[in-house]
């Protein structure tokens, strides 16, 4: 087996997942309040609410459809009653229709990005490394579904063969970088412009797609904290007094030292 085939079908993907998780924590460590979308819906929002729901709606889907296809083994599907021609066209006409929403969501909010001066002038360098990206990902994924599936005759590429016991391989460690030699160049291409997206993933806007308000439905509604009694030394503006909850702090407060 030759080097290419082994740096892409065995290295590159782990080193893609480690660049995500060492990102999210960094990220969670360094940049709490910088998780965030970065909004721009103040300065255009009518576009804004068209393209952004079909794209997000569209990326359900697709999500979806890649859980069924890459994670559920052919047999199960069998053992079911679900025959292969029969997921072939569940996989691939909402598959379709998913990726066109997806599509035609993302090059409008692309679009708006760029004509709409206040939107750009707040396009940071790390949103346009993203969308070259997502937009990599997302159009090899439909190159690949369109002319494998679509226009490949009345079967298709059957990646259920080889992409998907592939990468549920390659996530348990066991490596077989041989299974992916022959796979059609489209899903060669699009498998590593998913992983190059996952990789750069934190370091983006994406993040905030981890940041559903899960903490929401337990928290108090308002947030309450009691005065220190030992903090005695409050100066006027009280908002502007640095967080005591270290003991060295507090300790210090204890002995009042005016304009410190
Ligand atoms: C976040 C990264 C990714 C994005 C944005 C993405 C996007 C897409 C899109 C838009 C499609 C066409 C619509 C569809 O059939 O669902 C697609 C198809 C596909 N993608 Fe991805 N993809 C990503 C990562 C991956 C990875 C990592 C793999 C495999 C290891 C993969 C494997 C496939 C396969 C096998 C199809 C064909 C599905 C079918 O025709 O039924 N994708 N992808």
Request: a positive charge.
């Amino acid at each position: 087996m030759d080097y290419f085939t082994n740096f892409f079908w065995g290295a590159f993907p782990w080193l893609a997942i480690a660049a995500f998780f060492v990102g999210i924590f960094w990220r969670w460590r360094t940049d709490q309040f910088g998780w965030t979308t970065h909004s721009s819906q103040i300065y255009e929002s009518r576009l804004l609410r068209l393209s952004s729901p079909l794209f997000h709606w569209g990326m359900v889907f697709v999500i979806i459809g890649h859980l069924m296809g890459l994670a559920i083994p052919k047999d199960w599907t069998r053992a079911v009653g679900i025959s292969d021609p029969a997921y072939h066209l569940i996989a691939t006409i909402p598959g379709t229709i998913a990726a066109a929403a997806v599509v035609l969501g993302f090059a409008g909010l692309l679009y708006r990005r760029i004509v709409n001066k206040s939107v750009f002038l707040s396009t940071s360098r790390s949103d346009k490394v993203m969308y070259v990206f997502l937009g990599a990902a997302i159009l090899s994924g439909t190159i690949a579904t369109v002319s494998t599936q679509v226009f490949g005759g009345p079967h298709g590429y059957d990646y259920r063969e080889t992409i998907s016991p592939w990468l549920r391989d390659l996530l348990v460690f066991n490596l077989h970088p041989e299974t992916m030699a022959d796979v059609p160049w489209q899903f060669k291409v699009h498998v590593l412009a998913g992983f190059t997206i996952i990789a750069v993933w934190p370091y983006t806007r994406l993040v905030h797609a981890f940041s559903a308000p899960v903490g929401y439905v337990t928290r108090p509604y308002v947030v309450y904290r009691s005065r220190d009694q030992r903090a005695t030394d409050m100066r006027s503006h009280t908002a502007w007094e640095p967080v005591r909850n270290h003991r060295s702090q507090l300790d210090k407060s204890e002995t009042p030292s005016h304009g410190a």
